[in-house]
């Protein structure tokens, strides 16, 4: 061999020792920087991005594969999520996700998803990191026959606890029924006496928590509450069963009053007037505007309980601010209530008519602040999540949204449009075959909380009434709320 070609060997085998000294550390101190996990039921997932390694993140991209689309997202608060025209959403925030932090993003699609591809970005849009996330099925239901093993014994344990939420309940009220150290993964009967009146499962750990209705006909007595398991063992707890409640009885003189009006109102509220007065009569409602003139009248029929409702009202968006004064008449007597239309709000956004026929095309109008991005969220009488966007306010403020509604598709009754931009939150109600009413809507303004933090519920309803929340932690502690 000559000189020449065993230096050529030699060369080559010194760049071959330097390429593996080079690589082998590279893969053998890569670490993962970025931990996704996710879990999924049905077409709802739930992804967790939890920062391990050692640069903050400002954002997170997401897509899905070719087939399958995004239908809406939340996410916690801080953080802004927008869908590009090509399916994918972008999150960012002001406070980024910093080393030991994590942070959780809930997606919807059209179809049950086999995984999502993400990105993790640092600052100046630098990559951290990408990768794909299989979302993990939460646990479904065993059906009793289906048990074998340890968990086809008795279902009822001698430790086995259940108690009864109220623990003074009214016939036909409901009441929530919650249970500790049963057997697990087994169905139970639930018992007034001998009276059936529900069924349930316990899960992984023998924990059931379920809703059942006392009959409206069951005595005011002391009765015996049992959980049965299929063996025929059962757990007993003795409780009294209160009278039902009724309505006080109608009397001849019935007062006229007025109710739903609260001290102040906004451009764009939504309120119900209703009140009382001689049962089988009528009433006349007249508003004056600040220069005490009529500006709207109304009638209403009183019923033959002395109960009256005229139609929703929608302050107008271009409505004068100052002091409105209402009457009200049953040709005996005369009442009256004012309030006060002030500025307040931000966004103002209100349906182009109260009541739309299935297969209308649903069209709320506005304004918002201009040059921001602002959040809809539009919901059907059963809460569902019908459409989720984000749409970039134009320069002058005008906000338009419209939903073309589906006859016989979508559900008729009252339909909510929340709109969301920089903190504030505005509830908007259209009805949809029907005139609409003023619905309990509860939002929560994160999915998770750590324990030192405090959670705070957006909770609309009729102005004036009063809601009774009860509050029940992991531990079946309740707290409740007027």
Sequence with gaps: MSKASTRGVFLSL?????????IIPINAYATETINAKSFSFEETTIIEFTNSGKE??????IWLGSDINFKSFKTESGWIGQKTPQGVIIFTSSESVKP????????????????INWKALGENEKQIETGKTIPKELPKPINNEKITGENSGNGILSDSVFRIIPDKPNAGSTIRVTGDNFGSLQQFDFYI???????????????FISTVIIPKDQNADRVDFSVKDKAGNEKKISLRIMEAETR???????KLTIKGIPDVLHRGDFIEVSGTAQPNGGITASVKNIDETIINTRTAEVDSKGEWKVEPIIVP???????YTAVISDGREEISTTWIVESGKVIIITPTSLEFNPGDIMKFNGTSPPSKTLEIILKDPLGDEKVSDIIQVSESGIVEFAYPTKANVDKKGTWTLIAIQDGSREFIFAGLGEAPSIPINIEFDKLNYKSTETATISLTGKPL???????????DKTKQFS
């Design 14 to 22: 010194v760049l071959l020792c330097l390429t593996v000294a080079i």
């Design 56 to 61: 903050d993140v400002n954002s997170f991209r």
């Design 100 to 115: 030991g932090e994590s942070i959780k993003i809930g997606v919807k699609t059209d179809k049950t998803n086999s995984g």
């Design 193 to 207: 006496n001998t009276n059936k009146i529900g069924t349930f499962e316990t899960d992984g750990k023998g924990h």
């Design 248 to 254: 006080k009885p109608v009397t001849e003189n019935i």
């Design 317 to 323: 968006i271009d409505a004068p601010f100052g002091r």
């Design 465 to 475: 009434d009063t809601l009774n929340m009860l509050i029940i932690d992991p531990s």
